[in-house]
């Protein structure tokens, strides 16, 4: 890392987290904690004028060669800063036709085409690859909300990639192979653990300190002339690996299709590797199919057994994440909104009912629910489950 690298990350880890807390507790104090236009004022363009003092060197020095993990660091802190910017409505993308953080912008672009991901804060930035320096990880505030949220769902997406993990490397084994048992156990005890970690989400973060003090730092903003949609904290390819090895979706499917495009740029380039090598794999549960229909013996009797319970564990989790934590999350709280603030809730662009069926849709694919709408597999598991003398 370069000194100014240093210094802006110092920054980021210290004054701006400062900045954003004080601003969090102004906002908090008002009869509409949604208002923040006029509030902070001062605060806000110390805010904006120190960023882009520290920004100014590191555009200028250009690429230094210091490697995709430094590059990707650096990445982060400038999205962090017009993420802020955005939370704070000092940028609003739809009242611009070009951001006017103009150096963050072109630094961004910059280091977001060199590293070939998206030129913004993405949530890895925030998890998996969130460097801590003497127990302290970046983020926002130092509120407890903005907190636990961060652990537990780094924990939660951990968990995901344990399980993708496993299910990856039954491919070369095949489902009749006696350690694909073993493997599978192993994906059934990540999602197990994915599972806890979202009751935990959904038992002790604070709804409301969510919502208005942590949710607003992941709104779109324009980079230059674009809007790019906020993070996700799907944006990782282990939950679709997890979806397309177990069967349940199908990139063959327009709308799960486009879901994965969507989200690419917002991968690590590792990850965008990976989700392209499973796009064009056998699922387990069409080998599972072909393996019963020629006929099946005890050993992959055995493994479909434990096969089907990842299958309903993955379910389990998708409608946990969508009945318990959106629901109460984003959709209860979105209900004491006005018309104005609601324009801009999600962090995905679309409006909250359109967003909201997408993911309802989703759910129940993961969930290979019974219904014609869709391309679930839920004829293909009740077919396996017949075969297995589970069900009639």
């Not at 995709?68 to 800063?81: A, E, H, K, Q, T």
Request: charged share 25%.
């Amino acid at each position: 890392m370069t000194p100014n690298t240093v210094a802006f990350d110092e920054w980021i880890r210290g004054l701006f987290v400062e900045y954003n807390t004080r601003l969090e507790g102004l906002y908090s104090e008002g009869d509409d904690r949604a208002h923040v236009v006029g509030v902070g004022d001062e605060l806000k363009q110390a805010l904006v004028e120190e960023g882009r003092q520290l920004i100014l060197p590191l555009l200028q020095e250009g690429n230094t060669d210091e490697g995709f993990d430094s590059g990707f660091d650096l990445l982060g802190n400038v999205g962090m800063y017009m993420a802020a910017c955005r939370r704070h409505d000092i940028t609003e993308p739809s009242r611009e036709s070009t951001s006017p953080l103009k150096e963050a912008s072109a630094l961004a672009l910059q280091l977001g085409a060199s590293l070939g991901v998206t030129p913004r804060f993405a949530t890895s930035h925030l998890s998996t690859h969130n460097h801590a320096v003497n127990g302290v990880y970046k983020r926002f505030t130092n509120l407890k909300a903005e907190a636990f949220f961060l652990e537990y769902n780094t924990r939660g997406i951990f968990a995901y990639k344990r399980a993708a993990d496993a299910l990856v490397r039954i491919l070369p084994l095949g489902v009749s192979h006696p350690v694909t048992f073993d493997l599978l156990e192993a994906a059934k005890q990540a999602l197990t653990d994915v599972m806890r970690f979202n009751q935990a989400l959904f038992d002790e973060l604070d709804r409301d300190a969510f919502f208005y003090s942590v949710r607003p730092y992941y709104k779109p903003f324009r980079v230059g002339q674009h809007e790019y949609r906020g993070a996700n904290a799907g944006d990782f390819a282990g939950i679709n690996e997890i979806d397309l090895l177990l069967g349940l979706c199908s990139a063959d499917n327009t709308s799960y299709s486009q879901l994965l495009v969507d989200k690419f740029l917002y991968m690590m380039p590792d990850d965008q590797v990976r989700l392209r090598d499973v796009m064009r794999q056998e699922s387990l549960m069409d080998e599972f199919l072909e393996q019963v229909a020629i006929g099946s013996s005890e050993l992959v009797d055995k493994n479909l057994q434990v096969f089907l319970d990842v299958c309903q564990l993955h379910g389990d989790a998708a409608a946990q994440h969508h009945h318990q934590l959106v629901k109460k999350y984003i959709e209860q709280p979105s209900n004491d909104l006005s018309d104005a603030h609601l324009k801009h809730i999600t962090a995905s662009g679309p409006p909250l009912e359109v967003l909201l069926r997408a993911l309802e849709k989703l759910c129940d694919l993961r969930r290979a629910a019974p219904r014609d709408d869709i391309a679930s597999r839920y004829t293909d598991v009740q077919k396996l489950k017949v075969h297995l003398g589970l069900t009639e």
